[in-house]
């Protein structure tokens, strides 16, 4: 029997997609991005879940969902690794006519067509746009996130961009031109969110005994990352253009 770690279920999320929603956060995550703000989810623990139990848990929010469009976003940690567990769920969820949203980087097992076909949509998350700067940020190679970006593609996901601003790192013109550019390669987006880098997740290193690359580094200006945003999307009608 198919089972899968959950780390936690946050009840009545309003960012990580359309309406009210269900967010599960599952563990394990190849990436150690130096921003991360949940190090608690790098671990793939023993599976605490079966996908009855969890669909079960999630349907009793349907009478939310119904009201306001919402649904279940699956997140994590890197929630494509654990695409099976995510799949039996969903199967489930479906039978509901439940609204379903894949928060992820892209960086799974490989093989993601006969997920994406329960995923009415996709937030997906942009490290960044060089694949040199990729790997310093992330600790891995670029490739696995490029081949699943072919994937979305191939599927005709809708899609919802998430960029993560680093001071010294993305708030930069050239960057924000070099983010539009690289949106190119994917189809089908309909939002782009800018999120400014906070230091809320500094605690957890410290409770963890993890090390905490951006320890010293300050926050995202909220003024600046909308600035930012509003410029980026300047270029980016351009580039559309």
């Known amino acids: 029997m198919i089972k899968g770690y959950v780390e936690s279920i946050e009840s009545l999320g309003l960012v990580d997609g359309p309406g009210i929603r269900s967010v599960v956060f599952l563990g394990g995550c190849k990436l150690r991005c130096k921003y991360c703000q949940n190090p608690e989810t790098w671990k793939l623990k023993e599976p605490n879940m079966t996908p009855m139990e969890l669909a079960?848990?999630?349907?009793?929010?349907?009478?939310?969902?119904?009201?306001?469009?919402?649904g279940v976003t699956f997140s994590g940690g890197e929630p494509l690794l654990q695409s099976k567990f995510i799949i039996e769920v969903a199967k489930i969820l479906k039978q509901e006519n439940?609204?379903?949203?894949?928060?992820?980087?892209?960086?799974?097992?490989?093989?993601?067509?006969?997920?994406l076909r329960y995923i009415d949509l996709v937030l997906f998350d942009v490290k960044?746009?060089?694949?040199?700067?990729?790997?310093?940020?992330?600790g891995l190679e670029q490739s696995e996130s490029l081949k699943f970006i072919n994937a979305m593609n191939k599927n005709e996901c809708k899609v919802w961009i998430r960029q993560?601003?680093?001071?010294?790192?993305?708030?930069?013109?050239?960057?924000?031109?070099?983010?539009a550019t690289f949106l190119k390669k994917i189809n089908?987006?309909?939002?782009i969110n800018f999120l400014p880098y906070h230091k809320l997740g500094d605690e957890k290193y410290e409770k963890l005994g993890?090390?905490?690359?951006?320890?010293?580094?300050?926050?995202?200006?909220?003024?600046?990352c909308e600035q930012l945003y509003q410029?980026?999307?300047?270029?980016?009608?351009?580039?559309?253009?």
Do not use: C, S, W
């Open 210 to 224: 993890i090390n905490n690359p951006y320890k010293d580094k300050i926050a995202m200006d909220k003024d600046k």
């Open 231 to 241: 410029k980026f999307l300047e270029i980016y009608d351009k580039e559309k253009a």
């Open 128 to 138: 960044h746009t060089d694949a040199k700067e990729y790997k310093e940020l992330t």
């Open 164 to 179: 993560v601003i680093v001071p010294d790192l993305m708030d930069n013109e050239n960057y924000l031109k070099d983010l």
């Open 98 to 115: 439940i609204h379903i949203a894949l928060d992820t980087a892209g960086v799974g097992l490989g093989d993601y067509d006969e997920l």
């Open 56 to 70: 079960q848990k999630l349907l009793r929010n349907k009478p939310y969902f119904k009201r306001n469009n919402g």
């Open 188 to 191: 089908n987006i309909e939002r």
